[in-house]
């Protein structure tokens, strides 16, 4: 089975820091997401990926950046936290834009900054 | 804009009947994929099932379908025979072929009653 890892499950930042996001998956999928997720507001999309060094942005892209350097990895970075960025993010992959069995998510990161 | 609209924030059913949870989408493309992902309260995102929009059969995977209605650009998911085990939320998606995004509805909360 596909396997998306997410470095941390839990984390607690402090505003102003830098942080960084992890996200790895063994398929050579190479179409990558990277989402957060808020009650009443569903999952909102980041910025995705469709190839190394290939990104684009998605619906809330303010406040972030993301790196993919190989094709396994998708680093989404916060450069400054605030605390209106507290909240779950979800990594996802895929391999084309119409998977049949779905895109494969990654077990999600709730991040807090205080 | 592309949109993904769920309407019903929660829904009742009682065990062992059937239920039918609301999905309407808005897109220009031609080509697209329609999902439904479970979200038990343990966070991860199970991918239930697909339906393209050149598919002419409606989707079917065990006691999930999806009542894809083209015309009225809706994609609903029928669960049938209901179980305990389904009480979560779930989310309907919809990648596009033009813009490579994947993006998700706000997400309807399904309690199965005993």
């Known amino acids: 089975d596909v396997k998306v890892t997410q470095s941390s499950r839990y984390l607690v930042k402090r505003t102003g820091e830098k942080v960084f996001l992890e996200c790895v998956q063994d398929?050579?999928?190479?179409?990558m997401f990277w989402y957060r997720q808020d009650p009443g507001l569903g999952l909102r999309l980041i910025y995705f990926s469709y190839d190394v060094k290939m990104k684009e942005k998605g619906d809330i892209p303010e406040g972030y950046s993301v790196s993919r350097e190989k094709k396994e990895r998708f680093s989404l970075i916060l450069e400054s936290a605030s605390t209106n960025q507290t909240s779950m993010y979800l990594c996802?992959?895929?391999?084309?834009?119409?998977?049949?069995?779905?895109?494969?998510f990654g077990s999600g990161t709730r991040l807090t900054v205080v | 804009a592309q949109k993904i609209t769920q309407t019903q924030p929660g829904m009742f059913v009682q065990e062992k009947e059937a239920v039918t949870l609301d999905c309407t989408y808005d897109?220009?493309?031609?080509?697209?994929?329609l999902f439904w992902y479970k979200q038990p309260s343990s966070g991860e995102m199970i991918f239930l099932i697909y339906?393209?929009?050149?598919?002419?059969q409606n989707a079917t995977e065990g006691r999930y379908s999806l009542n894809f209605q083209k015309a009225r650009k809706s994609a609903n998911l029928v669960i049938s025979a209901s179980q305990l085990g389904d009480s979560a939320m779930y989310f309907c998606a919809m990648s596009s072929s033009n813009t490579g995004k994947l993006i998700f509805g706000q997400g309807t909360t399904l309690q199965v009653k005993p």
């Open positions: 996802a992959s895929s391999l084309g834009q119409f998977p049949v069995r779905g895109y494969t």
């Open positions: 339906q393209g929009s050149y598919d002419e």
């Open positions: 398929m050579d999928h190479e179409n």
């Open positions: 897109t220009s493309d031609q080509s697209y994929g």
